[in-house]
């Protein structure tokens, strides 16, 4: 059985970074046949996709939406079986819930359990 | 992006009875590719239905979804319609019920609240 479990800060200051990580349990964040997104939710936005990242052809690869495209990034630790979010510049309209989640390429069906994030000084 | 409206925005209705809740696609979309979930208060979104008619895992039978029809308007645009039907409603559907429509760039609506009187 697949599970995420998300781990870190819920509290960023304006213009640093956010970064969170997913620990990938039951499935290798390495499998071909998956991609693992990040996703956000808030009341103004509603639920966004951020960004996917995923392993083909022995490359890690990635996709991202174009509100965000110029300050996320979407690692690995193919080891430690964790994907990671960074998030640059932030400003307080980046405060929501985040999501990873397990991608099959027509729908996210394995969630974390969220992180609440607030840009805030 | 592909815009997704649902309707209704808040659906209030009594145990046994039928929901139906719409979701309608700015741009045609794939049935292949349009998810439902389901989110609970204080709980992540749980994927009910994909590929518009399958049951995710563990998914009552409950819960089914269709295509109600593809719009073609002002030449070749054209706007796509889907359906999620929950029959013999139960106290623990209270929920936010959201489509997603997986193209180049996922896109989910704003959600319907479902409400069991």
């Known amino acids: 059985q697949v599970q995420l479990q998300q781990s870190g800060l819920g509290l960023v200051k304006p213009s640093q970074t956010l970064s969170l990580t997913c620990g990938v349990s039951g499935e290798s964040v390495s499998s071909d046949s998956v991609a693992w997104s990040w996703l956000r939710q808030s009341p103004s936005r509603g639920l966004e996709w951020l960004g996917k990242?995923?392993?083909?052809?022995?490359?890690?690869?990635?996709d991202y939406s174009e509100s965000v495209k110029d300050r996320i990034d979407i690692t690995f630790d193919g080891p430690m079986n964790e994907v990671y979010l960074r998030l640059t510049s932030v400003a307080p309209e980046d405060t929501a819930v985040y999501y990873c989640?397990?991608?099959?390429?027509?729908?996210?069906?394995?969630w974390g359990q969220g992180t609440v994030v607030v840009v805030s000084s | 992006d592909i815009l997704l409206t649902q309707s209704p925005g808040t659906l209030s209705l009594s145990a046994g009875e039928r929901a139906t809740l719409s979701c309608r696609a700015s741009?045609?979309?794939?049935?292949?590719?349009l998810a439902w979930y389901q989110q609970k208060p204080g709980q992540s979104p749980r994927l009910l239905i994909y590929g518009a008619s399958n049951r995710a895992s563990g998914v009552p039978a409950r819960f089914s979804g269709s295509e109600s029809g593809t719009d073609r308007i002002r030449g070749t645009e054209s706007e796509t319609e889907f359906t999620l039907t929950i029959a013999r409603l139960q106290p623990e559907d209270s929920a936010v019920y959201f489509c997603q429509q997986y193209g180049s760039s996922p896109t989910f609506g704003q959600g319907t609240k479902l409400e069991i009187k």
């Open positions: 989640a397990r991608d099959r390429l027509w729908a996210f069906d394995v």
């Open positions: 990242a995923y392993f083909r052809s022995n490359k890690w690869r990635s």
């Open positions: 741009q045609y979309v794939s049935s292949s590719f």
